[in-house]
């Protein structure tokens, strides 16, 4: 379809329409000029979801040809997605949402007035044009009705000439729409020469506003056809469980003995992975388009000969076709020894199941990967995992779906008939999440599979327990930490195993205090207990002591009146910088700061020497937002010669991914967090992920009437040595409080620990990055690909009751994982010629 922009006719928005279809109808194409055609085709037949078949065309070949395209690119376009959702369709003007998902996940809203005059194409849809579009300067086209069906034109000079463009569309049936596509170069005169002709055709497959998905989890052996018929049988169930979607662990294929002279070798786990076209692969679509269901399944393939191999995830169609493959980004440890990692930019893909994003185990350990997903569009986070670690179940797969706001369908490997080598079990619990972290979870001790209805425009709230909007809370100006090179950012001095001397100075061990108390009874009460308090650390030996937020006040108290807040946080600061003097101890709390006619909630660090460090708190909470102003910057990171170098957090910014990274970037050992828990999740997934996945230490102090119901924690940075059971490596340990007591817990940190951003011998977390991918994160929210962005129509205005399969017709396709300038047929010849195994 074309457009206008819809900033330009914004009155010929048409109204939704709702509308059923009757099989009796007659459908004719648009064939008869305008007139005669509407008595013949009801337009708003075209309200609905059509999806460009990748499978059916004519001379397609031709016309990537005329524009130079290679053969490789010409592939690539044949089988690219392009979805049109014609959300209202009246004679006057048709609206429709475009999506575009490999093209950095666009989407875009507009508007087509077929009455013969040139309009704008939206900037949004030039920006990332390919072929004819990129060579249209005037950036416009035109819409109109004839009698070969609906027009849409554009000049386009080509080869020194000037050309005409010209698509025409015609519902052929209520289920499939044919576009002739026809160039033509313009002669002196003004004649017109056709010089290419192409058709592609669009077919009906309408959104499931909600659906089944499943998640399975077994163990593959080492004989592969043995492994297919196992995941044969597990799709079986889930589809005899009324499942639409079923995803498989990671390397569903075999088990990695990739081994030679006890030495892992790259060779043998490329001479042991799959071919895309091989009897593993061909199986899953097999099943697939036999049982008309979706699966997402862990797939070890090759890649460009003779050492390379990939761990990968496939995408498969309820019509045996792949949708799309991931490779992993980040690898588990030993992993690096057998594959490369991928490197390719993120990919959403846009289904009738909603937008779909993919992962893989580790992929999940970093929060970069579902972070980009959902900021992408992403409603619906599919994982394949071969974990034994058992904080996937229990923190890294309900986190991504909490602070994303998205749902989460994970399958582990689960059990271990091994009796040499490493003896600990995958640790199964695969799980289906809801964006809210409700979630259903297996076994994880035997074979199971779990079920839950998915309703993925569920995830377009964003809503959760801090904050109105998890997009709208983030500051993505203040993110740029995170796309900067990996050699250009302070940790890189802290990447790999921890040194014997450390690059920063300060001391060997920091002694900090948890201080959790809140107001009681009053307020010369409270600030008597608190004094007791930093005394008490004081003579314990501790040279830190870390309060909650806002503990000084009763709950409530500076909503009501900040002014006052204000003013009374004032006389607090100058009695807390008295007792560090006093007391020679340093002291982390969050209190009222008033600049102007402007309110911060504002975290101090105070020494014996006075304030060492401020934080106006940039990330607001709902409730703050009504008496606070954000700041304008994270905290920054502080280096002391007591402390080492620590910087500030507040309260639920502990949800946000970002806050976090970006301090670890800046090379903080130690993370100071007042807090307040809203959920006991923040404390035990949230906080202890921030931990594990940035190495650092967290010192999280709550109040004691906190409304999670949870103590205060400090979350370890931990210091991978070697040897240590595997849970060890990898889920943060910690030290608790009680919850509703006053308490005061010392803690001793070991400033090493945070300079190990090792998970492994392999896996550091840190230097791991693909900063070149996370541009996203950056970008503003208004700016994001995501359906509550791009429209406000809901799924349900749009009421489609046909549906076919698609790529029933015509030939089918190759999807190609390989090195671009690798293709299948070459690398298939390189190994015949080598003798090599394929």
């Not at 949870?710 to 059971?725: D, I």
Request: hydrophobic fraction near 40%; aromatic fraction near 8%.
């Amino acid at each position: 379809f074309g457009s206008s922009s819809p900033q330009s006719v914004p009155e010929q928005r048409a109204s939704v329409v709702r509308r059923g279809f009757s099989v009796s109808r007659r459908c004719v194409p648009m064939t008869e000029g305008l007139g005669r055609a509407f008595d013949a085709f009801d337009v708003s037949l075209l309200v609905g979801r059509w999806v460009r078949s990748d499978s059916k065309y004519e001379k397609w070949e031709d016309y990537m040809e005329w524009f130079g395209m290679s053969e490789q690119k010409a592939q690539e376009e044949t089988i690219e997605p392009q979805i049109h959702i014609v959300i209202a369709a009246s004679e006057k003007a048709i609206t429709m949402v475009h999506q575009l998902p490999w093209r950095a996940g666009t989407q875009v809203e507009y508007t087509i007035i077929p009455d013969g005059k040139y309009y704008p194409i939206p900037p949004a849809m030039m920006k990332r044009a390919r072929t004819s579009w990129v060579k249209n300067p005037r950036a416009d086209w035109m819409h109109k009705f004839t009698e070969r069906g609906l027009m849409a034109e554009q000049h386009i000079p080509s080869k020194g000439k000037p050309h005409i463009l010209r698509y025409f569309r015609s519902m052929l049936t209520p289920n499939e729409i044919m576009i002739n596509v026809h160039m033509y170069e313009v002669m002196e005169g003004g004649a017109e020469k056709e010089v290419v002709h192409t058709k592609r055709f669009f077919q009906r497959v309408p959104f499931k506003e909600r659906w089944t998905a499943a998640a399975a989890q077994f163990f593959s052996g080492m004989d592969v056809m043995e492994n297919l018929k196992t995941c044969v049988s597990w799709i079986q169930k889930a589809k005899d469980m009324g499942a639409d979607l079923v995803v498989l662990p990671e390397n569903s294929n075999r088990d990695r003995r990739y081994f030679v002279d006890g030495k892992p070798s790259k060779r043998k786990a490329h001479e042991m992975s799959e071919t895309m076209d091989g009897p593993f692969v061909q199986g899953l679509k097999d099943t697939c388009r036999r049982l008309n269901i979706w699966a997402c399944v862990g797939v070890d393939l090759q890649g460009p000969p003779p050492e390379t191999a990939y761990i990968a995830q496939l995408l498969i169609r309820p019509d045996g076709e792949i949708e799309g493959v991931h490779k992993k980004h980040v690898l588990w440890d030993y992993e690096y020894t057998l594959f490369e990692p991928g490197d390719e930019p993120y990919q959403v893909f846009d289904t009738e199941l909603g937008r779909l994003g993919m992962l893989i185990c580790a992929d999940g350990i970093v929060p970069e990967a579902a972070r980009v997903l959902s900021l992408m569009g992403a409603q619906v986070l599919l994982n394949s995992l071969n974990s034994r670690g058992p904080d996937e179940m229990r923190v890294h797969i309900p986190l991504r779906a909490m602070e994303n706001g998205v749902w989460h369908v994970a399958s582990n490997a689960v059990g271990n008939p091994n009796d040499d080598g490493l003896l600990w079990p995958w640790t199964g619990g695969s799980e289906i999440c809801d964006p809210h972290g409700k979630r259903v979870v297996a076994s994880e001790i035997h074979d199971d599979i779990v079920l839950g209805e998915v309703r993925p425009f569920e995830s377009e709230n964003k809503s959760c327990s801090w904050t109105d909007n998890i997009l709208l809370h983030r500051r993505p100006e203040l993110y740029g930490a995170l796309v900067r090179p990996l050699d250009e950012v302070p940790c890189a001095q802290m990447y790999g195993p921890a040194p014997k001397s450390l690059p920063f100075p300060g001391p060997d061990v920091v002694k900090v205090a948890m201080m959790q108390l809140s107001w009681t009874h009053t307020r010369k009460c409270t600030e008597w207990m608190t004094l007791r308090q930093v005394s008490y650390a004081s003579r314990r030996g501790a040279s830190l002591g870390v309060l909650p937020e806002l503990w000084c006040f009763a709950r409530g108290e500076v909503a009501k009146d900040p002014a006052a807040a204000a003013t009374y946080s004032a006389q607090v600061l100058d009695k807390m910088l008295a007792a560090c003097s006093d007391s020679r101890i340093h002291l982390c709390f969050s209190l009222v700061e008033r600049e102007g006619q402007k309110f911060f909630h504002t975290a101090y660090l105070v020494g014996p020497a006075g304030v060492v460090a401020k934080y106006r708190k940039a990330h607001l909470s709902a409730s703050e937002s009504g008496w606070a102003s954000p700041g304008d910057a994270l905290s920054q990171v502080v280096a002391t010669e007591s402390l080492g170098r620590v910087a500030l957090m507040l309260g639920d910014e502990v949800w946000i991914p970002e806050v976090a990274r970006c301090l670890a970037i800046e090379g903080v050992e130690i993370v100071l967090h007042p807090t307040d828990w809203d959920v006991a999740e923040a404390g035990e997934m949230a906080a202890t992920e921030r931990a594990s996945e940035n190495r650092f230490h967290l010192v999280s102090v709550t109040r004691v009437d906190c409304r999670g119901k949870l103590g205060s924690q400090t979350s370890l940075a931990g210091e991978y040595m070697g040897g240590e059971p595997i849970p060890l490596m990898r889920y943060a340990q910690g030290v608790w409080a009680r919850y509703n007591v006053e308490e005061q817990i010392i803690v001793e940190l070991a400033r090493r620990q945070a300079h190990c951003k090792m998970m492994g011998d392999h896996l550091d977390v840190l230097h791991k990055r693909f900063p070149g991918l996370y541009t996203v994160c950056t970008q503003a929210t208004d700016n994001l690909f995501l359906w509550s962005n791009v429209t406000k129509v809901r799924v349900a205005d749009m009421k489609d009751e046909y549906r076919i399969v698609r790529g029933a017709l015509g030939r089918k396709r190759k999807y190609d994982v390989l090195a671009p300038e690798e293709s299948t047929i070459a690398i298939e010849a390189k190994l015949e010629t080598n003798g090599s195994r394929s």
